[in-house]
């Protein structure tokens, strides 16, 4: 048996070590523990029915597995009579399969379960030619959680990680996520975006009767919270670089206007109510400025707000149309919509304004740009033989990719370790939201079960 | 300066019209056919006011709808044309469109108190941000053309929705049609 290394672990590897049994006795207590897991299972499917109301956005893995890794997440131990609220390995498992570079494999497949290194034989997963193996377990700690887990090489036959997680009660499912990110990037090298969030748009209803949210939910869609209601159209979301704010439109009494809201204490700022558009709010990558398109002067143009002085400060001067700006990572440019050259294209300037190239070579639409975390490439809105998709453009080699293939696809979002790109699409008749791997893998649909979904911004990383 | 178009003492300006058709349209795309508005656009040269309605404070008249604020709303008068429809892509008017703003135009001219806001609309195609910087473009277009018939500032507001608020959510080329519209709003 391989020796693992349990030393963050001392308590769990005392109270759950077991004396090696005979073959015949491992199988029968295999299956009590499958029992068991089945029995977690069902606890937690029942106590998730509630959420359902609350339109959930549901997340369907639409291809791209091919290529991803097998690994093996098996059920994590509880300690008797406790019934954590979430199936942790289960959570961890959907991360990893969302991400596309991962094919955790089905509890039903698993012939073991687990949940102590003391119990792990890795040729039961050589055999089973799975790459990697997660075990762990969640123990009661005072009102909360702590939860364990290490991750092996099964071909090396070495453990690679390890951890030990506090956590609230009702931060198990995040802890699950930060496992989930801890395990991608040990077998990946770049961060995980499992704990991170969406906020998008919802729409029930049309015209005078339309309800129309703003909201923000986990990356798998899970705990959805409102952030703004309203009879009247929202749009934009943008998210503050510390994931604290979100910029939005409102057109609430009959005005365009745009918001600054705390999301903790649910304070709002109204930041911009000019005649005209107020529009398109961008935060500069220090969260002390947001751009913005304003037509106050009679058409489009892009300002910088500061948003502790409240100075504005106008960044292009054109008849055009000039709209969608987005900040380099760096804070030093901005990428912008304008269809100055007779139809809408990239261009990019400096962030204090002045001249602007064009960056957008191909085709005659190309709008609603915006950097990926690296500033290496940009994601836009690209009509393709008449069909709008979203395609990445490589800023030092020129070449641009698409990544989608519907025929209204809009309104593109990197996820915050670049991997993937965020967007809405329509499928069925109705707005939805998708993910594409940026390099292959694996691609998702969000939808609601009921209205429509629009407009996701990835939030950045969360502290 | 194009002269204020008054229908009650001058009903007909055809002339004026088609000069000003002509400089619009300057390098108009080719126009699609008209969607299938609720009313024609207004040939009529009646008076544009019911006797009682917007001169007089007295109670509604008309039992049926007790919200009735002026004569847009009512079906046989000519302002109740108050959609103008636009070429994709385009926010310039076209030529059928003129007689709806110029009526609305005269009466605005005559009824100085009244404020309207030009609703600015596009189809769903294309980004968000970029429509709504369309749909401003087009009540601009409109708001232009009625100052230059006269009608006082203080009068117009402008308001772009971009493609949120669709007058028909399908996702085909009539819907578009019926979206990329100005709407006249009292």
């Not at chain 1, 489009?300 to 948003?307: E, K, R, S, V």
């Not at chain 1, 990544?403 to 670049?418: C, R």
């Amino acid at each position: 048996m391989t020796d693992i290394d349990t030393r963050r672990n001392p308590s769990t590897r005392a109270q759950f070590r077991r004396p090696s049994l005979s073959t015949s006795m491992r199988v029968t207590v295999r299956r009590a523990v499958r029992l068991v897991a089945i029995f977690t299972l069902g606890t937690v499917s029942a106590l998730m029915l509630p959420m359902a109301a609350q339109a959930r956005l549901t997340i369907e893995v639409t291809g791209g597995v091919e290529a991803a890794q097998p690994i093996a997440i098996v059920p994590f131990g509880v300690s008797d009579g406790l019934i954590p609220k979430e199936d942790v390995a289960g959570v961890i498992a959907a991360d990893l399969t969302r991400s596309g570079k991962f094919r955790p494999m089905p509890t039903r497949d698993m012939l073991a379960m687990p949940s102590t290194p003391a119990e792990v034989d890795l040729r039961d997963w050589s055999l089973l030619n799975m790459n990697n193996l997660v075990i762990g377990r969640v123990e009661q700690e005072g009102e909360g959680y702590r939860v364990s887990y290490v991750l092996y090489d099964v071909f090396r036959g070495n453990q690679i990680g390890s951890a030990s997680l506090s956590t609230t009660a009702g931060g198990l499912r995040l802890t699950a996520h930060r496992i989930a990110d801890q395990i991608y990037e040990k077998l990946t090298g770049a961060p995980g975006v499992a704990a991170t969030r969406i906020a998008y748009i919802t729409s029930n209803g049309r015209g005078d009767n339309q309800t129309v949210t703003l909201r923000v939910a986990d990356a798998d869609g899970y705990n959805p919270q409102t952030i703004v209601s309203s009879n009247d159209p929202l749009m934009s979301p943008a998210w503050s670089p510390d994931g604290r704010r979100l910029a939005y439109v409102s057109f609430e009494n009959r005005r365009a206007a745009i918001y600054v809201q705390d999301l903790g204490s649910g304070r709002r700022d109204l930041v911009a109510s000019f005649p005209g558009i107020n529009g398109s709010p961008a935060f500069s990558p220090d969260g002390q400025r947001l751009a913005m398109t304003l037509s106050k002067d009679g058409n489009a143009n892009i300002y910088a707000l500061d948003l502790l002085s409240r100075e504005l400060t106008q960044l292009t001067d054109h008849f055009a149309i000039d709209t969608e700006p987005a900040w380099s990572p760096d804070g030093s440019q901005i990428v912008f919509t304008s269809d100055r050259g007779g139809s809408p294209q990239i261009y990019r300037m400096a962030a204090n304004g002045g001249a602007a190239e064009r960056i957008s070579a191909e085709g005659d639409y190309n709008a609603r740009a915006s950097y990926a975390p690296d500033g290496k490439s940009i994601t836009m809105v690209s009509r393709v033989n008449g069909q709008f998709r979203i395609a990445v453009l490589d800023l030092q080699r020129g070449y641009t990719r698409v990544l989608s293939n519907g025929s209204l696809d809009e309104s593109p979002s990197f996820a915050p370790n670049g991997s993937m790109v965020i967007y809405a699409t329509i499928a069925g008749g109705r707005g939805v939201l998708a993910a594409a791997a940026v390099e292959g893998g694996g691609n998702q649909r969000l939808s609601q079960d009921a209205g429509e979904v629009r407009e996701p911004a990835w939030s950045p990383m969360m502290k | 300066m194009i002269p204020i178009l008054n229908l009650f003492s001058r009903p007909r300006m055809l002339g004026t019209a088609a000069v000003a058709a002509t400089l619009l349209c300057v390098g108009c795309a080719t126009t699609a056919p008209p969607p299938p508005d609720t009313q024609p656009a207004p040939t009529s040269t009646r008076p544009l006011l019911p006797p009682t309605a917007a001169t007089s404070p007295t109670p509604n008249p008309e039992p049926q709808r007790p919200t009735y604020r002026g004569p847009w709303e009512d079906p046989s008068n000519p302002l109740y044309q108050r959609t103008i429809y636009f070429d994709y892509d385009s926010a310039e008017i076209k030529p059928q469109y003129l007689d709806v703003i110029r009526t609305h135009s005269a009466y605005l001219g005559s009824t100085t108190s009244q404020r309207v806001t030009l609703e600015g609309n596009t189809d769903e195609r294309g980004t968000r941000e970029y429509n709504l910087a369309l749909g401003d473009q087009r009540a601009e277009s409109v708001r232009q053309l009625m100052l230059a018939e006269g009608v006082t500032q203080g009068q117009l507001t402008t308001l772009s929705y971009g493609e949120e608020r669709p007058a028909d959510p399908g996702h085909n080329d009539n819907a578009w049609r019926l979206n990329r519209r100005v709407v006249i709003q009292y």
